[in-house]
C-alpha cells in the first residue's frame, strides 16, 4: 500500500509526502510517483500526529458521571464501584472510544494504565492506532495481591505479541502509596530485564509527599531513588510537586515526565509542574489528557493550550512554553519519550501524520500554524489522520464512529445499572 | 416564519420548540402545530446560545500575527502599528469573520469594543447575531481628542438605529490609563441620560491599580465611585485586581462583571477574577473571550471550561465554578448582564437558540449535559444555530462561509503588507 499527499503545506512550504507501507518514503517539492492512493493537500496543512502521554482510556465510559465532587468522595462513592464492576467488554468499548475520539483530534499514540489490558489492546488494534498499554499494578502492601499482580503482569508480557507491534506492554506501578516497596523492585527490576517502560504516578499531590516523608523519611523521589526504581525506563506522570533536588536526582536517572495540566487544574492538586526547572534540566517531557473523569476530554491540542497558560499564569512570563514548544512536547518530545518513530515528518520515520483543515474559521488567517493550532484550534481541525500508512479519518469522519459511539454509550449506561444493583 | 424543533432533548426531557418570528412561541412535550420549518431533534439537545461578555471582534485579522511576546513589547512593535493602518473595510471583514467563528461555536450575542464601529454593526448585521458595539474611546488626556471622541460616539448615537434591533450602541471608553476624568464623567453621563450601557477595561494589572494609586491616591474602582462612573450601566471587564472594598462599591452601584480567564493566562495579568467573592456579593458576572489577539479564539464553551480550570486551581476549591455554573455564566447570567430577552429557553423569550449534537464522540456516554458541554465539548459540538428566528447554522455549516474565510484572510495579509510600508 502506498499514499502520495500532493501539495500539501509542511514547514511553511507546499510539498508532496510519499508513504509507501508503514513509512515515509520521501518528501520533497514535487514527487513524480504513482501510489495507490492520492490525497489532495490543498487547503491543509501535514503536522507529526500527536502523544498523549498519560491516560486511562477506558475512563471515557465515566465521562461526566461524577464530576464536580471532592476527590475522596468522588472516589470512593462513584469512582471506585463503578470500576469494580467493569468487564473487559466494558473496557474494550470504552477504549475503542477513546481510540476514536483521538483518531478525531490527531493523535496516533497514548501512554495507557487501565484494568483488563486485553480489552484496550484489543481495541487499539482493531482501530489502528499505538499505545503503550499498562496494567495498574495496586497491591495495597499486601504480599499476596502483588504475588497476583506479578504473575498477571508475566503472563500479559508473555502474550504481548498476540496484539501486532502497534502495541507496546508496559507496566504500570500505581503510585507508592498503593504498591508495596517490594513490588515497585520487582517493577524496576522486570523492565531493566525486558526492556519495557514503567508507567508510573508521582509526585500528583502534596499529601503523597507528607505521607512519604512520614513513613521513609524522604520525599518520593529520594526514596524511589533508594529502592532502585528510578532509570530511563521510567514514565512519571503529573511531577507536580518536585523540588531542586527531586529534579535533579530525576535528570541523573533521565527519568521521562509527563505533565497533565487539566486534570491537575481540575482535580486542584495544588501545584504546577515544574516546566522550566525540567526542561533547563534537559529532562525528556511529554503532555497528557489523564482519564476521561478529570479531563474530561483527550483532545491534545487543547491539553496543550492548558499547559502553555498554566505555565504563564504561574510563572508570570507571557514567553514560557511559546506555541512552538508547547506543539513539539505534543510531538517530537512525546517521541522521543516513548522511543517512537515519528514526531518530525521525515523519511524513514513512521506514517503517522495529521493533516489540519486550514479552511477553519479558527485557523484564519492562519499567519503561523503552530500559534493557530495551540492557541486558537482544538482537535476538532483535523481532517485526515494517517497512522502506520493507513488513513484512519477522512473529511474529520472515521469509518463506523457512529456504531462505536452507540456501543459504547449503551455499554456505559449498563454498567452504571450493573454497578448500583 | 415559524419553526418547529421535534423531539430535541431539553433540560434533560425530549420537547418540541415552536418558535414563531423571532420569539419562542411554545414548548412542550409535543406540540401539534404547523410550522414553515421543521428541525429534527433526534440526537441534539437545545440550549440557550452564548453570550461573549467582551471581545475586540475584528482582531481576527491579527490572530495569531505575533505571540508569544512581552506585552509592551507586543503593543508597540505588533498590534498597534497595525491597527493603525485598519479601514472600516478590514473591521468588516475581520467582524465577519468573528461573527463566522461565534456562529460555529454557539454564541449570538457578543460585546464589543473596537475601531471603525460601522464596520463591525454592518457585519453583525448581516451575519445575523446580535452585539452590543462600543467605539475605543480613547482621549489620552487630550481635551480635543476627547472633543473628537465625543463628537463620534453622539453621531454613532444618532445613527444607532440604521443596524436594526439586533445591533446595540454602547460607549467604550478604554481604561482609567487612557481616558480623561472629563471624559470618564460624560460617558457616565450619557449613559445614564440615554440608557446605553459604558464597556470598560477595569483592574486588569497590578500596574493599573499601582498607576491609580500614585496618581489619585486611591484604588481604580474608588476613583471611579468619586468621578460618578459606576452604576447598572457599567460593564467592568476584567476585574482582576479588586480588593474587597472594591467588591463592596462594585455591588453597591450594581456593576456588571466580565471574567476573561484565557486572556488573564495568557496575557499573565497575574491575578485571578474574584469570583467566589464577586458571587457572594451578588455581582452579576459574565464570561468573554477577549480579542483574538489575546485568547486566539472566540468559543465560549472553552473560555467556560477555562473559567471552571481557573478557579479550581486558584482557590484550591475542586467544586467551585461546577459545570452546570459555568454553563450558566455563558447563557443565564450574560443574557442578564446585557439585559437580553434570552439566556434560558422559555416562551415569550428570543428564539437564541443552539442545537448540540449528542452524537459526538466527546459528549459519549452523556450522563450530563452540563458536564458534557464544559469539560469534554467544545464549540465543534454545536450543529444547529438560532438567532432571532433565523437559522444561521444548519449541520455546522453557515451559508458561505468559505467566501468570509477567503476574504478575511486576503484582507488580514493585505493589512500586514500595507502596514509594513
Redo the contacts between chains.
Keep these: 500500500m502506498s499514499i502520495i499527499i500532493k501539495g500539501i503545506r509542511l514547514n511553511g512550504k507546499t510539498s508532496d509526502i510519499f508513504i509507501e507501507g508503514n513509512r515515509i518514503k520521501e518528501i520533497d517539492d514535487q514527487l513524480d510517483v504513482k501510489a495507490d492512493e492520492v490525497i489532495p493537500g490543498e487547503g491543509k496543512a501535514a503536522v507529526p500526529s500527536f502523544v498523549n502521554g498519560h491516560t486511562h482510556a477506558a475512563m ?2 465515566l ?3 461524577a ?5 475522596q468522595e468522588w472516589l470512593q462513592t462513584k469512582i471506585w464501584p463503578i470500576e469494580a464492576h467493569m468487564t473487559e467488554e466494558d473496557i474494550y468499548w470504552g477504549a475503542k ?1 477513546a481510540c ?2 483521538m483518531i ?1 483530534t490527531g493523535t496516533t499514540f497514548f501512554n495507557d494504565m487501565y484494568w483488563h489490558w486485553r480489552g484496550t489492546a484489543r481495541a487499539v488494534e482493531e482501530m489502528g492506532i499505538r499505545a503503550a498499554i499498562s496494567a495498574v499494578f495496586i497491591d495495597l502492601f499486601d504480599a499476596q495481591k502483588a504475588k497476583e499482580q506479578i504473575a498477571l503482569n508475566e503472563q500479559l508480557y508473555a502474550e504481548r505479541d498476540a496484539f501486532g507491534p502497534r502495541v507496546t506492554f508496559t507496566l504500570g506501578p500505581h503510585a507508592i502509596y498503593t504498591v508495596s516497596e517490594a513490588a515497585l523492585r520487582w517493577c524496576a527490576e522486570f523492565a531493566r530485564d525486558k526492556g519495557v517502560l514503567v508507567h508510573f504516578h508521582l509526585a500528583e499531590t502534596e499529601e503523597e509527599i507528607q505521607e512519604c516523608l512520614k513513613k521513609h523519611g524522604v520525599r518520593p523521589v529520594k526514596y524511589l531513588e533508594q529502592i532502585g526504581f528510578l532509570g530511563p525506563h521510567l514514565v512519571a506522570c503529573h511531577c507536580v510537586w518536585l523540588d531542586e533536588e527531586d529534579i535533579a536526582i530525576l535528570k541523573a536517572h533521565e527519568v521521562r515526565a509527563v505533565h497533565n495540566p ?1 486534570s ?5 492538586v ?1 501545584g504546577v509542574f515544574p516546566y522550566p526547572q525540567l526542561r533547563e534540566g534537559g529532562i525528556i517531557t511529554a503532555l497528557g489528557t489523564d482519564g ?1 473523569a478529570s ?3 483527550l ?1 491534545m491540542l ?1 491539553t496543550a493550550k ?1 499547559a502553555s ?2 505555565q ?2 504561574h ?5 514560557i512554553m ?2 512552538h514548544e508547547a506543539l513539539d512536547l505534543i510531538t517530537l518530545q512525546g517521541a522521543r519519550a516513548f522511543g517512537l518513530e515519528s514526531g518530525v515528518l521525515k523519511a524513514g520515520h513512521w506514517a503517522d501524520i495529521a493533516l489540519v483543515d486550514l ?4 485557523l ?5 500554524l503552530a ?2 493550532l495551540i ?4 482537535g ?1 481541525c483535523i481532517d485526515t489522520l494517517i497512522c502506520d500508512g493507513r488513513i484512519l479519518l477522512r473529511g474529520g469522519h472515521v469509518e463506523g ?2 456504531e ?2 452507540a456501543k ?2 449503551e455499554k ?2 449498563d454498567l ?1 445499572k450493573r454497578s448500583a444493583g
Excluded: W
Design positions: 471515557t465510559l465521562r461526566g458521571y464530576d464536580d465532587m471532592p476527590l472510544l476514536l475520539e478525531k487539566t491537575n487544574m481540575k482535580l486542584t495544588g476521561c479531563n474530561n476530554n483532545d487543547e492548558l497558560l498554566l504563564k499564569f510563572t508570570g512570563d507571557p514567553v511559546p506555541a479552511n477553519n474559521s479558527q484564519t488567517p492562519h499567519f503561523h500559534s493557530d492557541y486558537a484550534a482544538n476538532s464512529e457512529e462505536i459511539i459504547a454509550r456505559a449506561f452504571v
